[in-house]
């Protein structure tokens, strides 16, 4: 071969390895030049938080620059986090996990799943946590990021249906017009347990939905009218109702970034009565209990026995505003009349009421004490109610304490609790909240032993108003922490706690 051959083979042989490069390096799915996107959705009822984090290698610790590993915020049951976006490649480790102690690092994170996942270009990758924490259920759902101009110049928006309900029954969805009825609804399509639907489109407006049971025509859910003014894409989650309507299902409005929950347009709502008001000598003939009327729902009391410091029986009502009065139990002398009575659909709520001491100005000149012998000369008592939403929280973890502070004081204004663990004192505890007179304060605590401390500041001392021990288990329950005066304490206070969900009515001081 001469030496004219030797270059032009050689050159032909460069020409196809450099092709051969350009089609390959095309083809690559791993050339990190595009995105795709993950999300998680927690539909696990029991869970605490979840936290998501994301890596490129999880099995080695590598301090380089480049390595890509990250820790997004928790996500509590029902939601979801936005769409992130990622640098398209062949996989990611991930992991979902949840925090069991005080730190936040990931390495601290309690683990309870980890897979690999293949994040395409310009797909989102929504990772889906079901069933109980104890034994939960991960499932991933991929389908193409949806960015069609015509939907915006064509007044349209997308959208698809998961049935994510834990009866695993499958399901019709159907949906209306908002000026129409069941009659005129379009089956959207009929959906087993965990399916996603393919994306449909439709045009810009508000809608109703409606699910049945696959094969029904007996409707069990109707959302009120939702809009769609968007060219969005949007994921409609069939799911479990867990509030106080007697419906199954309730429905979650997922978008890129926010899930929105619907209820029943028909949902009942429940509540019950605590009752803190003790004796005193301006409430005449009370004998601490009272009857609640219900102004407009039947002619009897809808509690006809109330006594100082127990909860009543849930009572369940349509949704809608309605009046109260409290009655003595000995005379039917009225106590309180007309206070508003507000519920929400598919909520649980507790009304408790108090009584609250005012001094008289009778000249209204600013003394009360008139005559000066250190006495006031006039008190006038009322009764007033304070409405609380009750927690539906079933996390096995972690519980919430709803502290409602009905301790109304010349020498202080608010108090603070603290929830002091074994290897804390007051000072370093983790767990506290300042609550005002008439107001509430919620925090979530983890399982474990505290001594809780009721601590108020009169003249720049701190006074230990209350002190007792709580232990949260799994089988703990969410809970009211109610903070009163009494006049059989030793301190001058008290306090109670309750179950805010009805399932167990234990009160205990």
């Known amino acids: 071969m001469t030496t004219l051959q030797i270059l032009q083979t050689l050159k032909s042989c460069l020409a196809a390895s450099i092709l051969l490069f350009i089609l390959l390096g095309c083809n690559s799915s791993d050339d990190g030049s595009g995105s795709g996107y993950v999300k998680l959705y927690n539909l696990s009822k029991d869970s605490p938080s979840i936290y998501l984090t994301v890596d490129e290698n999880l099995t080695e610790d590598n301090d380089d620059d480049d390595h890509f590993e990250q820790t997004y915020s928790g996500i509590a049951y029902g939601n979801a986090n936005s769409n992130i976006s990622l640098t398209s490649k062949n996989y990611y480790y991930y992991q979902l996990a949840w925090q069991d102690d005080d730190s936040l690092a990931t390495d601290d994170l309690a683990v309870i799943y980890e897979d690999t996942l293949a994040l395409a270009e310009d797909t989102i990758h929504m990772i889906v946590l079901s069933d109980s924490i104890l034994s939960p259920q991960v499932t991933v759902h991929s389908f193409p990021v949806i960015d069609d101009e015509d939907d915006t110049s064509n007044d349209l928006f997308n959208i698809r249906v998961l049935n994510m309900h834990e009866n695993q029954q499958a399901v019709d969805f159907y949906l209306s017009k908002e000026n129409e009825s069941f009659n005129e609804a379009i089956l959207v399509g009929q959906f087993e347990y965990q399916q996603l639907s393919d994306n449909q489109k439709l045009d810009q407006d508000d809608y109703i939905f409606y699910i049945t049971i696959a094969g029904s025509n007996e409707v069990l859910f109707r959302s009120n009218s939702i809009p769609f003014a968007y060219s969005s894409q949007n994921i409609m989650v069939v799911k479990e109702n867990t509030g106080a309507g007697s419906s199954p299902y309730v429905l979650d409005k997922m978008s890129d970034s926010t899930v929105i929950e619907y209820v029943d347009a028909e949902a009942e709502a429940q509540f019950r009565a605590y009752n803190a008001v003790a004796n005193h000598e301006q409430l005449n003939n009370y004998q601490e209990a009272f009857a609640l009327h219900i102004n407009g729902v039947g002619e009897s009391p809808a509690i006809t026995f109330l006594p100082y410091g127990e909860i009543s029986n849930s009572l369940i009502l349509a949704s809608g505003d309605y009046s109260l009065d409290l009655t003595n139990t000995e005379d039917n002398t009225a106590l309180l009349s007309n206070h508003l009575l507000s519920l929400v659909e598919n909520t649980n709520k507790t009304l408790f009421f108090y009584a609250e001491q005012e001094y008289v100005d009778s000249d209204n000149d600013g003394n009360i004490d008139e005559n000066g012998d250190g006495i006031i000369d006039e008190i006038d008592v009322n009764l007033f109610s304070l409405m609380v939403e009750n927690s539906l929280?079933?996390?096995?973890?972690?519980?919430?304490?709803?502290?409602?502070?009905?301790?109304?004081?010349?020498?202080?204004?608010?108090?603070?609790?603290?929830?002091?663990?074994?290897?804390?004192?007051?000072?370093?505890?983790?767990?506290?909240?300042?609550?005002s007179y008439k107001n509430t304060s919620s925090l979530l605590l983890k399982n474990n032993s505290y001594q809780v401390f009721v601590v108020a500041q009169d003249n720049g001392s701190s006074i230990i108003l209350n002190t007792f021990e709580?232990?949260?288990?799994?089988?703990?329950?969410?809970?009211?922490?109610?903070?009163?005066?009494?006049?059989?304490?030793?301190?001058?206070?008290?306090?109670?706690?309750f179950n805010q969900t009805p399932q167990q009515e234990e009160v205990s001081e």
């Not at 002091?420 to 007051?426: F, K, L, P």
């Not at 709580?470 to 089988?475: G, R």
């Open 393 to 435: 929280l079933t996390s096995i973890y972690e519980h919430e304490i709803e502290i409602v502070n009905l301790i109304q004081s010349d020498d202080f204004i608010q108090v603070k609790v603290y929830f002091v663990r074994q290897d804390e004192t007051i000072n370093s505890a983790m767990y506290y909240s300042d609550i």
């Open 470 to 497: 709580l232990v949260l288990d799994e089988q703990s329950s969410e809970q009211f922490l109610v903070l009163e005066s009494s006049n059989t304490s030793a301190t001058g206070y008290k306090t109670t706690m």
